[in-house]
């Protein structure tokens, strides 16, 4: 049996495994997906998932934690294709250093997550840097935790950010670990328009 004939019979017994767990998927629900670890590209995951959904022509919503209302490239186009941001808007913590501003601004935005958690035309809701809300004890957990397992059933919600707490890992159907091997940042290198942000 030459070369090419044994790749096709593995890429065939492959396939074969493939299908055969494809076929056995007939699960049909809205997903938790919690995109965590000290790595980048958590809320980029998160954006193209929302892109992914708006180019289906569905709905989706964007609640940003932590981040100000500086630029974002991702919101200047989402918000063009009718999709709608509640953003915090105080910024990251460490910049305002009070404790009990970011509390109220994290409440605040939290009322129009709750909003989107329980609006069925959103088929994707993304809670970009929620796990530090959580992590921080800004917003109740038990409260956040119940309103994404109350969300629609057919409404998939996307939670990026470092060190997402256990609860929220075990109700997740996909939990994704992002590591941090190597970043432009510690080497001196500055964030980049269009490419971080």
């Known amino acids: 049996m030459d070369k090419n004939e044994r790749h096709k019979k593995r890429a065939q017994k492959q396939k074969e495994k493939v299908d055969a767990r494809v076929a056995q998927a007939q699960i049909e629900k809205g997903l938790l997906l919690v995109i965590t670890g000290n790595g980048k590209g958590k809320s980029t995951a998160g954006f193209g998932t929302v892109a992914r959904c708006v180019g289906h022509g569905y709905k989706a919503a964007v609640v940003q934690f932590i981040k100000g209302q500086w630029e974002c490239g991702e919101r200047t186009l989402l918000e063009q294709h009718g999709v709608p941001f509640a953003v915090m808007g105080t910024g990251f913590t460490w910049n305002t250093q009070d404790r009990e501003a970011d509390i109220a601004a994290a409440t605040e935005v939290w009322q129009q997550a709750k909003q989107f958690l329980s609006d069925p035309q959103y088929h994707v809701v993304l809670l970009d840097e929620l796990t530090y809300m959580l992590g921080y004890d800004y917003l109740p957990k038990e409260e956040v935790l119940t309103a994404i397992a109350n969300r629609p059933s057919e409404q998939s919600v ?9 609860e929220l890992r075990s109700m ?15 080497a001196g290198i500055k964030a980049r328009k269009g490419v971080d942000w």
């Open 158 to 166: 996307i939670v990026t950010g470092r060190g997402a707490i256990s």
């Open 172 to 186: 997740a159907d996909t939990v994704s670990e992002i590591k941090d091997e190597k970043h432009a940042f510690k």
